[in-house]
Nanobody, 125 residues
Framework: QVQLVESGGGLVQPGGSLTLSCAAS????????VGWFRQSPGKEREFVAARRWSAGITYYADSVKGRFTLSKDNAKNMHYLQMNSLRPEDTAVYYCAAGRPIISTITSSTGYNYWGQGTQVTVSS
């Protein structure tokens, strides 16, 4: 079993930055992936970013490319989503997910078995 707990959300002005954290406990995913998704009211959950750690390949949604960055701290088993140049359209609940998605599902929520509870990010002046 895997538990994922997100933190770091909050209210930020447009152009500002936030770093989301995902604490992972339980089963290790050395050959899997950790992804971030987000969901706004009335919209479907959408892919933000993911990394296949064993392959060292990172994927970003076009809407966040160049602004968001994934990283992790192996010693702490923590995953981070650094978000810069935030825009009002980035407002959503952000979820951390883990699993072993195949290439075709790494950007799909169906590729992940474990989810955190989500953390709210609001970008507003």
């Amino acid at each position: 079993q895997v538990q994922l707990v997100e933190s770091g959300g909050g209210l930020v002005q447009p152009g500002g930055s936030l770093t989301l954290s995902c604490a992972a406990s339980g089963r290790a995913f050395s050959d899997g992936a950790v992804g971030w998704f987000r969901q706004s009211p009335g919209k479907e959950r959408e892919f933000v970013a993911a990394r296949r750690w064993s392959a060292g390949i990172t994927y970003y949604a076009d809407s966040v490319k160049g602004r968001f960055t994934l990283s992790k701290d192996n010693a702490k088993n923590m995953h981070y989503l650094q978000m810069n140049s935030l825009r009002p359209e980035d407002t959503a609940v952000y979820y951390c997910a883990a699993g072993r998605p195949i290439i075709s599902t790494i950007t799909s929520s169906t590729g992940y078995n474990y989810w955190g509870q989500g953390t709210q990010v609001t970008v507003s002046s």
